[in-house]
């Protein structure tokens, strides 16, 4: 269907009688065609025209049945998060949160996915279970001990684990197709997007609800955070999903805008923290807390660049942002290169420890990462190349990282112990 829609990219006819002959492969077809060529009148037309299809059909679909799946969703996470207030005698002292918070955030996620969606095989469902069982009872028979590396590395990679066991569900378990991939890191950049606006909204909801109450005498602020604050929080993904799923202008139009605002500020940031670091006297190879900040910065600055590039192709085509992509994966390639030199410092001088081994390997990965992306981000820019093929590429990418985070979260312990 790709090919015949290029073929007749300037034939009104033919594009009409190819949609009408099969309208799904059509709409995947278009959405490839659309990033890969120079954008025409009739292209943007078309465009437009399945967008609003798309968003006609998914406001008929929506019926009270959504609404109760959602809430019954929420509800069920919510109850998840509250189970050691309801619970108390038999979790004392027990790590419930840093044990299974990620498990709770992404379960409510799953079961709302598969509730929405209407339609899930039996032996999906039974993986989906499995998995979910699989990943609870290990975590919570590792033992309890606060100050070890190794479990601790457990509990920080866990939440990437169940995000990679979602985004199969999201995908419907067809992982050798690189387009869902594609429309899983899209929405998460747009899940990103909505949850902090709905944070925002629910701070403000919250500071008026407490100072009404107080205006007249009730103090309701233990209360309020304690039950109604932290369950509102840890249902924010779901909600933002369900406007993601039903409401798909909002974040079409939000999204790209912030991207293409984002990506030149981080790039201006990233080149103002690398010329203030050589008069900062700040000294990553012998500096431990600023190397752990300094890998932050730049796990931060990756996820921009990944949710930049996954945007620009869902948008009209701008040469500045492309180019401001690869400047920006060029520098923070610089600031990874840094941050290798002074973990294979620490390692030479202090020797292998697990957070040591654990940071090396994530730079290693990321770093790989960024060299292909800055190699098709070049090829992009300089030979006129789609952006769709850096996509492409970030979605291959996926599995290098979740075998690591395989590789830390069951092979770490069994190699390190508790150390």
Not at 315 to 342: G, Q, Y
Not at 359 to 374: A, E, H, M, Q
Request: hydrophobic letters at 50%; a neutral charge.
């Amino acid at each position: 269907m790709k090919e015949k829609i290029k073929e007749n990219i300037h034939n009104p006819e033919k594009l009409e009688q190819l949609y009408q002959d099969n309208k799904n492969d059509f709409e995947s077809g278009f959405k490839e065609v659309y990033s890969e060529i120079e954008k025409s009148e009739l292209l943007t037309f078309w465009k437009v025209r399945l967008d609003y299809n798309k968003i006609a059909e998914t406001i008929r679909k929506t019926t009270f049945l959504d609404i109760l799946i959602l809430i019954s969703a929420c509800l069920l996470t919510g109850f998840l998060v509250k189970t050691p207030d309801i619970f108390t005698s038999w979790l004392t002292d027990y790590p419930y949160f840093e044990k299974n918070a990620g498990i709770i955030i992404f379960f409510g996620l799953t079961i709302y996915w598969l509730w929405s969606n209407k339609s899930i095989e039996l032996k999906k469902l039974l993986f989906t279970a499995i998995a979910f069982l699989v990943v609870i009872l290990y975590v919570n028979l590792l033992p309890s001990v606060e100050n070890s590396d190794t479990i601790n590395l457990v509990y920080i990679h866990l939440p990437l684990l169940m995000w990679s066991i979602y985004g199969l569900v999201f995908i419907d378990f067809d992982f050798r197709n690189t387009n869902k991939r594609i429309d899983f890191i899209r929405y998460n950049g747009d899940l990103a997007i909505l949850m902090a606006l709905l944070g925002i909204a629910g701070g403000i909801m919250t500071g008026i609800t407490i100072g009404l109450f107080d205006a007249i005498g009730k103090n309701i602020e233990n209360f309020y955070m304690g039950n109604i604050a932290i369950v509102g929080i840890a249902s924010l993904p779901i909600v933002a999903t369900y406007i993601i799923k039903y409401y798909p202008t909002l974040t079409n139009k939000i999204a790209p805008i912030i991207a293409s605002i984002f990506s030149p500020l981080v790039l201006l940031t990233a080149v103002a923290y690398l010329i203030a670091l050589t008069f900062s006297g700040k000294n990553p190879f012998s500096d431990r807390e600023f190397l752990l900040m300094f890998n932050i910065m730049l796990l931060l600055v990756m996820a921009v660049i990944v949710f930049s590039i996954s945007e620009a192709s869902n948008s009209k085509k701008h040469r500045f942002n492309e180019f401001v992509l690869f400047i920006l994966s060029i520098v923070t390639a610089i600031i990874n290169a840094i941050a290798l030199s002074a973990i294979f410092y620490r390692l030479g001088a202090y020797g292998f420890t697990p957070n040591r081994l654990a940071v090396l390997g994530s730079n290693l990965l990321i770093f790989g990462n960024l060299i292909i992306l800055i190699i098709d981000l070049y090829k992009v820019n300089f030979k006129n190349a789609p952006i769709r093929t850096v996509e492409n590429t970030i979605a291959r990418y996926f599995p290098v990282y979740l075998t690591w985070i395989l590789i830390v979260i069951v092979v770490f312990p069994i190699i390190f112990g508790l150390q």
